[in-house]
C-alpha cells in the first residue's frame, strides 16, 4: 500500500538537506558524585534504595523487606532466594502470581534515577511489570552521569528488547495526585552492592 | 461552535477554570525545576531541534534505513498514506490472528486515525489500559490532554465513572482506591488480550527499533503479555541513531511533567520466539505539512505537552475548547493543515505571548506559526462580515495620516461623550466585563503642537 | 544623534500622559528627540488579526515618518517588537532596514543605548512589574521563566533606582495577562478571566501599582480594575520613570 506513494511525498516536499549535529557531551557535563547522585534521585522516582556493606546481607535483607513473598523469581548469581524457575516453556501469562522479582541491572544513571536493564537479565519480558515487586541489585561502581553516557554503554548490546527503568509503576491520572502501583510493578527496590 | 463560544461555556464555572489552570500552572512549575536541574538545558533544545530538522530533509533515506533494519530484525513494517489505510491495516493484522480482544496504550496516532470506533464497529474489543484514556473511553469522550488525557475531569466525576463501570464502592474520589481497581480489571485485559497496540515515542534508523515510554507500564503489559505488538507510529517519529535518545529521552519527561525520565522507557528491538511484531508507518497528512515551509518544523513535535501545560488559554479553556485530537498551542498548528475551515478559529486562541515556543524542548516557533496561519485563514476561510470590515477600513485609515487623524477625534469624541448604555452594549465585547479607558482633554498630537511646537 | 519619538496610536488618542512622560523622560535624558507629526500605527492589530496584507499601508507610513531618524523609540514593546518582526511584508529598502534595526521600546532605549539606569525618580509605592509578552519573549527585554538562563530585567534595571519604589515580586512572573489584540475582544471570556487572574496574583502580593512598558496590557487591566472597583491602579514605567514625588 502507501510505502512508494509516502515515500514520493516526502522527497517531493522535503527541504533542502541540513547537517545533523553532533553531539558535544562536554556541554552536559557536571562534577557530581554519581554514587550520591544516583542514591538521591531513586527516592525522587519512587523508589527505595538500599546499599549493603557486605553481598552476603543481600538474603537476609530481601526476606526483612518482603516477608510474605512466596512466590519468587530469582534471575541473580548473588541471590538464593528464588522459589519459582522460569525457562524457555514459560508463557507470560505464568508470571500472574509472581510476588517478587530479582534481577540485576546493567548500569545506574545519576542524573534521573534509572537502570538499564534487558532481556538477558530477566529472561520473560513481562516479567520486570508483571511482578508484583521489583527488586534490582546494582554494583554501586556500575553508576554513569546521565543518558548520553548510558547510551555509550549500551552502544554494543545484542539489540532484542531492554529498557530504562526509573522507580515503580505510577500515575497522576486521576485529578493529578500521584498513586504509585498502576499496571505494573508496585515497588521497587534497589540494592546497591 | 468556535474556540471562543467553547471557552466561554467552560468559563461558566470559574471554580473549576481555578482548578484546571492551578493542576496545569503545577506541572508547568515541575518542569521548570526539571529542567533547572540539567545543565546546558538550552543547548539541549537547540540540539533536539537541529536534530528534528535534520531527520525531515533526510526523512525518505532515514525511513528507508529504518524499514530495512526493522525487517532484518524479524518486525513486519506496513506503510499507510492516511487514516483509513491505518486501520484497514491493523484490522488485517486483527482479522488474520483470529483476534478477538486487543488492548491498546496511549497513541496520538491511533486517536488521530479514529481507530477504537473502526475496530468496534468491526465487533473487537478495545481496551485503552493507561489510566486517564480508560477513564475517557468509558466516559465516552476524547483526551482533552495528550499527556494527561483525564485532566478535565474531577476524582468525584471518576469515582462515578467507575462504579458504573467496575461496580466500585462509592469513595469519594480517593484516588488510590479507584487507580487499584482499574489496576485489577485491566490486569484481566492484559492476561486475555490477543493483540496489543501501542504508540511510538521515537523509531531508530539506524537499528529498526523503536522505544515506548510510559509511566504506569501498560505499553509493556500489553506489548509482552499478548502474542502480536503492533507499533503506530507517524513518519516524524523517526531519529537516525540511537545515540539521540539522549538528547530526546533527557527532555521528553522533564517537559511533560517533570520528572527526570518516564518510569519505562522501553527499547524494542526483535520479537520474542513465537510471536510477531509489527510496525505501521502513517503519513495522514504530515507530508503534506512538510511541503509548508513556515509549519514545516511543527513537526519536531515530540508530543510532551508542555505547550498545554503553560499555555494560559488552554489552562483556562480545556483541552475540549480546540475539538481537535491534538489540543493547545501546537495542536492548533498542526490542525488547520488537517482541515482549515473546521479549525480555522483555533490559531486565534491565542494571545501570542510566545511562551509556547520557549518551553517546547524542540524549539518550535509554535507562536509564530499561530500569526501565519492567521494570514492564510483570512484570506481562505470566510470572515465575518463586520470583523472583516472593520479591520480592512482600518488598515485604510492607518494608511493616511489625515484620515487616522479625524477618526482618532472620533474615537475620543464617542467613548466620551456617548450615553454609557450606548457604549456598553451588546455589541461591545470589551465593555462586557470591562471598562472603556477615559478619554482625556486632547491627545498626544494636539499636547505636543501646544508644548513643543518649535 | 536624533531620536524619533513614536507614539503608538492608541497612547496617542488614549493616554496622551503616558506619551507626555516618554517625551520628558527622553528629554532629560539630554536626548535630541523629535515627533513626526505624520504618524497612525505600527499595523500590529492588522497583522495580529490575520490582515497582515492590509497594514502594508500603515507600515510604508511608519518607516517614511522615521526613516530619517537614528532611533526610533516608543513606549510599547508590542508594537517595537512589531516593526522589527513583521515589517518583512514590505519592500526591504535600505529605509525598511535602517527603520527595523533602530527602533527601541523605551526601557530597552535608556538602558541598551543610552547606558543609564538611574533616572533619579522617586515613587513611594509598592509597585509590581507587568513583564508584557511582546517585550518580554519577543524583544528579550529579560529573561523568561521558561528558560534557563541567568536572571536579567531591563525594566527592573530601572525601576531598581527609582527611590522610595518598592518592587513586590509575584507569584506568576511573566504570565500573559490576556490582552492580546482582538483577541481581548474576540476571545472575551479568556481575556477576562486571564486578566482577572493577573490582578489578583498583583494584590495578593501587596501590590498598589502595577506597571509595565507596554500600555496595551495596562489599559485591558485598568478596564478590570475600574469595573471590579478594586484598590490598586495601573501606571506606564515612563510615568513612574518621570515621577518625582
Known sequence: ?193 | ?454 | MRVGLFIPCYINQLYPQVGIATLEVLEKLGVDVYYPSGQTCCGQPLGNSGYEEDAKGACQVFVENFKEYDYIVGPSGSCIYHVKKHFDIIEQTPDVINVRNNAFELCEFIVKILGITDLGASFPYKVGLHKSCHGLRGLHLGSCSERMDAHYSTEEDLLAHVQGLELMSLTRKDECCGFGGTFAVFEEAISVKMGKDRIQDHLNNDVEVITGADHSCLMHLEGLINRNKQPIRVMHIAEILNSSI
Not at chain 1, 510505502?3 to 552536559?28: C, G, M, Q, T, Y
Not at chain 1, 519468587?72 to 509472581?98: A, F, H, M, Y
Not at chain 2, 488559554?313 to 485530537?325: K, M, V
Open chain 1, 1 to 193: 500500500m502507501g510505502r512508494e506513494e509516502i515515500l514520493n511525498s516526502v522527497r517531493k516536499n522535503k527541504p533542502e538537506l541540513l547537517p545533523l549535529p553532533e553531539i558535544n557531551a562536554d556541554l552536559f557535563n557536571e562534577d557530581i558524585d554519581l554514587l550520591s547522585g544516583f542514591k538521591e534521585k531513586v527516592p525522587l522516582v519512587g523508589g527505595t534504595i538500599k546499599q549493603l556493606t557486605s553481598p552476603k546481607d543481600i538474603d537476609n535483607e530481601i526476606t526483612m523487606m518482603y516477608p510474605n513473598a512466596t512466590n519468587i523469581v530469582n534471575r541473580t548469581q548473588v541471590s538464593s532466594l528464588g522459589t519459582v524457575s522460569i525457562s524457555d516453556k514459560t508463557q507470560p501469562k505464568d508470571l500472574e502470581d509472581v510476588d517478587l522479582a530479582i534481577l540485576r541491572g546493567t548500569f545506574g544513571v545519576a542524573e534521573n534515577g534509572a537502570i538499564w536493564i534487558s532481556e538477558e537479565q530477566f529472561y520473560i519480558r513481562a516479567l520486570p511489570f508483571i511482578t508484583n515487586d521489583l527488586l534490582i541489585i546494582l554494583d554501586k561502581k556500575d553508576i554513569c552521569q546521565n543518558l548520553h553516557e548510558a547510551y555509550e554503554l549500551i552502544s554494543k548490546r545484542k539489540r532484542t528488547f531492554g529498557l530504562f527503568i526509573s522507580g515503580p509503576s505510577k500515575t497522576a491520572d486521576i485529578e493529578q495526585c500521584l498513586v504509585i502501583g498502576a499496571q505494573g510493578a508496585l515497588s521497587l527496590t534497589v540494592l546497591l552492592i
Open chain 2, 1 to 454: 461552535m468556535n474556540h471562543a463560544q467553547k471557552a466561554e461555556i467552560f468559563n461558566k464555572n470559574e471554580a473549576k477554570v481555578n482548578w484546571h489552570d492551578k493542576a496545569l500552572w503545577y506541572v508547568r512549575e515541575k518542569r521548570d525545576n526539571a529542567a533547572h536541574g540539567v545543565k546546558g538545558w538550552e543547548q539541549l533544545r537547540d540540539l533536539a531541534s537541529g536534530v528534528k530538522a535534520h531527520v525531515l530533509s533526510n526523512l525518505d533515506e532515514l525511513l528507508i534505513e529504518f524499514e530495512t533494519n526493522a525487517q532484518k530484525n524479524g518486525i513486519t513494517v506496513h506503510w499507510a498514506s492516511n487514516a483509513e489505510e491505518h486501520n484497514k491495516i491493523i484490522n488485517k493484522i486483527l482479522t488474520e490472528k483470529n483476534a478477538k480482544k486487543v488492548v491498546k496504550s496511549k497513541s496520538m496516532l491511533t486517536e488521530e486515525c479514529h481507530l477504537n470506533p473502526y475496530l468496534e464497529s468491526k465487533g473487537f474489543e478495545v481496551v485503552d489500559t493507561d489510566l486517564g484514556e480508560y477513564i475517557v473511553q468509558i466516559a465516552k469522550e476524547t483526551p482533552s490532554h495528550i499527556v494527561l488525557p483525564a485532566i478535565h475531569k474531577t476524582k468525584e466525576e471518576v469515582d462515578t465513572l467507575f462504579q458504573e463501570h467496575l461496580g466500585t464502592k462509592p469513595s469519594d474520589g480517593n484516588p488510590e482506591y479507584l487507580t487499584n481497581e482499574a489496576r485489577k480489571h485491566l490486569r484481566t485485559k492484559f492476561l486475555t488480550a490477543d493483540v496489543a497496540i501501542t504508540g511510538v515515542n521515537f523509531a531508530i534508523a539506524e537499528t529498526g527499533g523503536f522505544v515506548v515510554c510510559t509511566n504506569e507500564g501498560n505499553a509493556d503489559m500489553g506489548a509482552h503479555l499478548a502474542k502480536t505488538h503492533i507499533a503506530c507510529m507517524g513518519i516524524e517519529k523517526l531519529i537516525p541513531k540511537e545515540a539521540h535518545l539522549g538528547i530526546f529521552l533527557r527532555l521528553l519527561a522533564r517537559s511533560a511533567t517533570g520528572q527526570p525520565i518516564t518510569t519505562y522507557s522501553s527499547h524494542f528491538n526483535k520479537p520474542t520466539e513465537g510471536s510477531e511484531m509489527h510496525i505501521v508507518i502513517v503519513d495522514n497528512g504530515r507530508t503534506e505539512q512538510l511541503s509548508r515551509e513556515d509549519f514545516r518544523s511543527s513537526l519536531h513535535c515530540i508530543r510532551c505537552g508542555a505547550c498545554m501545560n503553560t499555555c494560559p488559554i488552554y489552562r483556562r479553556s480545556g483541552g475540549h475548547s480546540y475539538d481537535a485530537t491534538i489540543p493547545g498551542p501546537i495542536g492548533s498548528i498542526l490542525s488547520p493543515g488537517k482541515d482549515l475551515t473546521k479549525h480555522s478559529s483555533l490559531p486565534f486562541a491565542s494571545t501570542l505571548c510566545g511562551s509556547c515556543s520557549n518551553v517546547c524542548p524542540v524549539k518550535i516557533n509554535i507562536h509564530e506559526q499561530l500569526y501565519k496561519w492567521r494570514q492564510i485563514i483570512t484570506k481562505d476561510v470566510e470572515q465575518p462580515v463586520v470583523k472583516k470590515t472593520i479591520l480592512k477600513m482600518t488598515g485604510k485609515v492607518f494608511s493616511k495620516p489625515k484620515f487616522y487623524g479625524l477618526a482618532g477625534r472620533s474615537v475620543r469624541f464617542m467613548l466620551k461623550y456617548a450615553p454609557r448604555f450606548l457604549v456598553y452594549s451588546k455589541l461591545n465585547a470589551w465593555g462586557k466585563a470591562r471598562e472603556l479607558p477615559q478619554i482625556k482633554n486632547g491627545n498626544f498630537d494636539q499636547w505636543y503642537k501646544e508644548k513643543r511646537s518649535k
